[in-house]
T-cell receptor, first 117, second 114 residues
Framework: AQTVTQSQPEMSVQEAETVTLSCTYDTSENNYYLFWYKQPPSRQMILVIRQEAYKQQNATENRFSVNFQKAAKSFSLKISDSQLGDTAMYFCAFMTSLIQGAQKLVFGQGTRLTINP | DTEVTQTPKHLVMGMTNKKSLKCEQHMGHRAMYWYKQKAKKPPELMFVYSYEKLSINESVPSRFSPECPNSSLLNLHLHALQPEDSALYLC?????????????FGQGTRLTVV
């Protein structure tokens, strides 16, 4: 079974600083997909960034980038020039391969990130 | 249209009530998911539908009964719930593909069982 671990329950930084959220996972699969989702107080889960395991190049989306270390099974999220609107719960997620005709999306425990003015 | 719409947004029900949660998407997605999320916890997978057929049931109690009447609609029927079932119920959808396609989530239904 796949597991996702986020070791930082809470983090807090000042606006405009850079922050890195950690995520490790365990799987025996070779091809899989990883995601970072953001859940603000509005409750809506919003995709931040995604990474295919077969791609060595780290994904980047504007101020958000990942450090994907496949051998170490590590998938950290870096937020540059943090903004107040980045305050949210961040979940690292793993997409399994097909199981019984469907793919599961499994979440880590989450990191509550607060950006202070 | 990239929305997953869940209704109602809030629901309070007694332990003897029968109610239903509704989820709708018009993105042509053929995989649909129900998750349960307790406060300050990650979403926990309950059910996965693939092409309108139940593919995965994560050992969910029978007081939760999912239904997928068509490719756009997913229901969760609730009966004889317990107070510990109070939670945020999230619906998600994604294309049925082995490629890297993210799941789109609704805003959830906040359920309180009294």
């Amino acid at each position: 079974a796949q597991t996702v671990t986020q070791s930082q329950p809470e983090m807090s930084v000042q606006e405009a600083e850079t922050v890195t959220l950690s995520c490790t996972y365990d799987t025996s699969e070779n091809n899989y997909y990883l995601f970072w989702y953001k859940q603000p107080p509005s409750r809506q889960m919003i995709l931040v960034i995604r990474q295919e395991a077969y791609k060595q190049q780290n994904a980047t989306e504007n101020r958000f980038s990942v450090n994907f270390q496949k051998a170490a099974k590590s998938f950290s999220l870096k937020i540059s020039d943090s903004q107040l609107g980045d305050t949210a719960m961040y979940f690292c997620a793993f997409m399994t391969s097909l199981i019984q005709g469907a793919q599961k999306l499994v979440f880590g425990q989450g990191t509550r990130l607060t950006i202070n003015p | 249209d990239t929305e997953v719409t869940q209704t109602p947004k809030h629901l309070v029900m007694g332990m003897t009530n029968k109610k239903s949660l509704k989820c709708e998407q018009h993105m042509g997605h053929r995989a649909m998911y129900w998750y349960k999320q307790k406060a300050k916890k990650p979403p926990e997978l309950m059910f996965v539908y693939s092409y309108e057929k139940l593919s995965i049931n994560e050992s969910v109690p029978s007081r939760f009964s999912p239904e997928c009447p068509n490719s756009s609609l997913l229901n969760l029927h609730l009966h004889a719930l317990q107070p510990e079932d109070s939670a945020l119920y999230l619906c998600a959808s994604r294309p049925h593909s082995s490629g890297v396609t993210e799941a789109f989530f609704g805003q959830g239904t906040r359920l309180t069982v009294v």
